[in-house]
């Protein structure tokens, strides 16, 4: 069973910085490939980024290439999403997600576990 929970979300001025954790009870944890997503009100849900099982090959959506980081520490089963430089088009509920499968994937259908989401919202 893999119950995801994200942390970390708030407010904050454009130009700062937020660090959101996902944390997952499950034991298979270092084996899914683990990915964020976002959704602004209005917006379809897209794709953040996406780390491998290994940590060692992530992806980055254009949006964010640059500024956010993904990680993840498989010891204590949590990923991480470093975001740096925010501007106001980045508000949104950011999700944390997991998919059966070693490669990594930008489909948010491929995905199989989503957490409940964590609301990031920056001011200008």
């Known amino acids: 069973q893999v119950q995801l929970v994200e942390s970390g979300g708030g407010l904050v001025q454009a130009g700062g910085s937020l660090r959101l954790s996902c944390a997952d009870s499950g034991r298979t944890f270092n084996s899914y490939t683990m990915g964020w997503f976002r959704q602004a009100p209005g917006k379809e849900r897209e794709f953040v980024a996406a780390?491998?099982?290994?940590?060692?090959?992530?992806y980055y959506g254009d949006s964010v290439k640059g500024r956010f980081t993904i990680s993840r520490d498989n010891a204590k089963n949590t990923v991480y999403l470093q975001m740096n430089s925010l501007k106001p088009e980045d508000s949104a509920v950011y999700y944390c997600a997991a998919a059966r499968t070693r490669m990594v994937v930008t489909d948010q259908s491929k995905y199989d576990y989503w957490g409940q989401g964590t609301q990031v919202t920056v001011s200008s």
């Open positions: 780390i491998r099982w290994s940590g060692i090959t992530t």
